[in-house]
Nanobody, 114 residues
C-alpha cells in the first residue's frame, strides 16, 4: 500500500500561481505512474495531469501550458506547478496512481477567487 499527503493549496487570485506537493510513503514510488486529480464542489473527481516513470507527462486540455507535473523519485515527492490560475481550477487536489488508485489522501484545497 501507498499513502499520500498533499499540501500547498490555498486562496489565490485569478492569474496567480501555486505549487502543490504530494509526499508518498512507499519505496515503490519510483516504480509507479502518478497523477494529480481534482474535485470541484458538486462534480466528479477528474484526472488533471499524469507522469510516468520515466518522465512522460500528459495533461487535460484545460490546463495545458499552465500546469506542470514533476516528480522526485529519491524523495518520493510529486509536484504540480500551477500558473495563470482560473476560478474553474478551484477544487480539492489529490495525488494517486492513475486509474488503479491506492487509498486517497486528504487532498489540498485550491480556491481561485477575486
Amino acid at each position: 500500500q501507498v499513502q499520500f499527503v498533499e499540501s500547498g493549496g490555498g486562496l489565490v487570485h485569478p492569474g496567480g500561481s501555486l505549487i502543490l506537493s504530494c509526499k508518498a510513503s512507499s519505496n515503490i514510488f519510483n516504480l509507479i505512474n502518478m497523477a494529480w486529480y481534482r474535485q470541484a464542489p458538486g462534480k466528479q473527481r477528474e484526472l488533471v495531469a499524469s507522469i510516468t516513470t520515466p518522465y512522460d507527462m500528459d495533461y487535460i486540455d484545460s490546463v495545458k501550458g499552465r500546469f506542470t507535473i514533476s516528480r522526485d523519485n529519491v524523495k518520493n515527492i510529486l509536484w504540480l506547478q500551477m500558473n495563470s490560475l482560473k476560478p474553474e481550477d478551484s477544487g480539492v487536489y489529490y495525488c494517486n496512481r492513475p486509474y488503479q488508485n491506492f487509498p486517497w489522501g486528504q487532498g489540498t484545497l485550491v480556491n481561485v477567487s477575486s
